[in-house]
């Protein structure tokens, strides 16, 4: 049995940080928001979606190449991964996310968006889809 309570998604890249939200039930997973991840106010804002939403879980993308090997934005994941810790006990965990910018890229443009107007959507859409990825590994435990 899933505890109950909210869950949320960070998908973190070097420009945006799209956030998606559960609710308490985990049935519907929800775009949040969109941060600045080079914002100087980053850690403090995170804090308080945190202190707002409560969250059982926290997940963050697990970005690896198409060959399962880390790269570059891994790293930088683990500094992000990092970075929450100080903000909060909350156990943090990395969900690969290979497919999601991709398949919420392809989603959005067939929903008739460009990509220039829907960047912050499609990080929020991406976020979205980790937690949702997240939400069913967690189902079968």
Same mark, same amino acid.
């Given at each position: 049995?899933?505890?109950?309570?909210?869950?949320? *998604?960070?998908?973190? %890249?070097?420009?945006?940080?799209?956030?998606?939200?559960? +609710?308490?039930?985990?049935? /519907?997973?929800?775009? /949040?928001?969109?941060?600045?991840?080079? +914002?100087?106010?980053?850690? @403090?804002?995170?804090?308080?979606?945190?202190?707002?939403?409560?969250?059982? *879980?926290?997940?963050? %993308?697990?970005p690896s190449l198409l060959s399962g090997n880390d %790269?570059? *934005?891994? &790293?930088?994941?683990?500094e992000f991964v990092a970075l929450l810790g100080t903000?909060?006990?909350?156990?943090?965990?990395?969900?690969? &996310?290979?497919?999601?910018?991709? @398949?919420?890229?392809?989603?959005?443009? +067939?929903? %008739?968006?460009? *990509? !220039?107007?829907? !960047?912050? #959507?499609? +990080?929020? #859409?991406?976020?979205? #889809?980790i937690l949702e990825f997240a939400i069913e590994i &967690? !189902?079968?435990?």
């Open positions: 049995m899933m505890q109950r309570g909210r869950r949320i *998604a960070f998908d973190y %890249g070097d420009v945006r940080i799209g956030v998606a939200v559960s +609710d308490p039930d985990s049935i /519907l997973s929800s775009p /949040l928001t969109t941060l600045k991840a080079t +914002d100087k106010t980053l850690s @403090s804002q995170i804090s308080q979606i945190i202190t707002e939403i409560e969250p059982v *879980a926290i997940y963050v %993308g697990r %790269g570059v *934005a891994t &790293e930088k994941v683990t903000i909060t006990q909350i156990p943090v965990e990395l969900i690969d &996310e290979r497919m999601s910018t991709i @398949s919420a890229a392809r989603n959005l443009r +067939d929903a %008739g968006r460009s *990509a !220039k107007e829907s !960047k912050d #959507a499609i +990080d929020m #859409a991406a976020a979205v #889809a &967690e !189902k079968r435990r």
